[in-house]
């Protein structure tokens, strides 16, 4: 059973920068897509980042405009979304989720396998 465990949130000023990490265990190959979503109260889930786990391509969603960077260490078996020029209005949830498949999907909905989540927040 893949297993994912968020860490690394919590309170930033505006223009500061947050490191969350992802343990991941359970991983039958390396055929995985693992990805970030955040929600914000009363907003869906919505895409920040996602790499395969075997390395190679990565997305972003448009609202990150370099600002973040999603890296992966399979030795440590762990996903990192390092942030950087935090703005308030990324707040939120923050979850990591996997799923089985080649291709990056922008969709929480192909993501079978979720994390509980770490809280973001950023202040002015």
């Known amino acids: 059973q893949v297993q994912l465990v968020e860490s690394g949130g919590g309170l930033a000023l505006a223009g500061g920068s947050l490191r969350l990490s992802c343990a991941v265990s359970?991983?039958?190959?390396?055929?995985?897509?693992l990805g970030w979503f955040r929600q914000a109260p009363g907003k869906e889930r919505d895409i920040v980042a996602a790499?395969?786990?075997?390395?190679?391509?990565?997305y972003y969603g448009d609202f990150v405009e370099g600002r973040f960077t999603i890296s992966r260490d399979a030795a440590e078996d762990t996903v990192y979304l390092q942030m950087e020029s935090l703005k308030p209005e990324d707040t939120g949830v923050y979850y990591c989720?996997?799923?089985?498949?080649?291709?990056?999907?922008?969709?929480?909905?192909?993501?079978?396998?979720w994390g509980q989540g770490t809280q973001v927040t950023v202040s002015s």
């Open positions: 359970g991983l039958t190959s390396s055929r995985y897509v």
């Open positions: 989720a996997a799923a089985s498949a080649y291709l990056i999907s922008t969709l929480p909905i192909n993501y079978a396998y």
């Open positions: 790499t395969r786990w075997n390395g190679g391509d990565t």
